[in-house]
């Protein structure tokens, strides 16, 4: 399985961050997979964002969860996060990861099973 990230590399303060995640070497509805997003925010260890499984459900952070969504499109074998209200604190590297089962909240990379390359994602006005 690979993954792609896309998505602009900065956003203005208080902007919706946008992100998408190209699969491919496997299908997002595959049984039992789960599409995690994680951050890594310099000098600081992992972040993770939320999850949506192979079934549609949706997990996220709960210190992010309000501002926060996970969207799939099927037909393109991909995934989105949009970050709402972003501020300074949101400059990190994003991966888009996944699994062959739901972890919930794990920050241990060997738990992971495929990691996408990361993307940069600079807030700032």
């Known amino acids: 399985v690979q993954l792609q990230e896309s998505g602009p590399g900065l956003v203005k303060p208080s902007q919706t961050l946008s992100l998408t995640c190209a699969v491919s070497?496997?299908?997002?509805?595959?049984?039992?997979?789960?599409w995690n997003w994680i951050r890594q925010s310099p000098g600081k260890g992992l972040e993770w964002m939320g999850v949506?499984?192979?079934?549609?459900?949706?997990y996220y952070s709960p210190s992010l969860k309000s501002r926060s969504s996970i969207s799939r499109d099927t037909s393109k074998n991909q995934f989105t996060l949009q970050l709402m209200s972003v501020t300074p604190e949101g400059t990190a590297m994003y991966y888009c990861?996944?699994?062959?089962?739901?972890?919930?909240?794990?920050?241990?990379?060997?738990?992971?099973?495929?990691w996408g390359q990361g993307t940069q994602v600079t807030v700032s006005s």
């Open positions: 949506i499984t192979w079934s549609g459900s949706t």
């Open positions: 070497g496997g299908s997002i509805t595959d049984n039992f997979f789960a």
């Open positions: 990861v996944a699994s062959k089962r739901l972890i919930l909240g794990a920050t241990t990379k060997n738990l992971y099973d495929y």
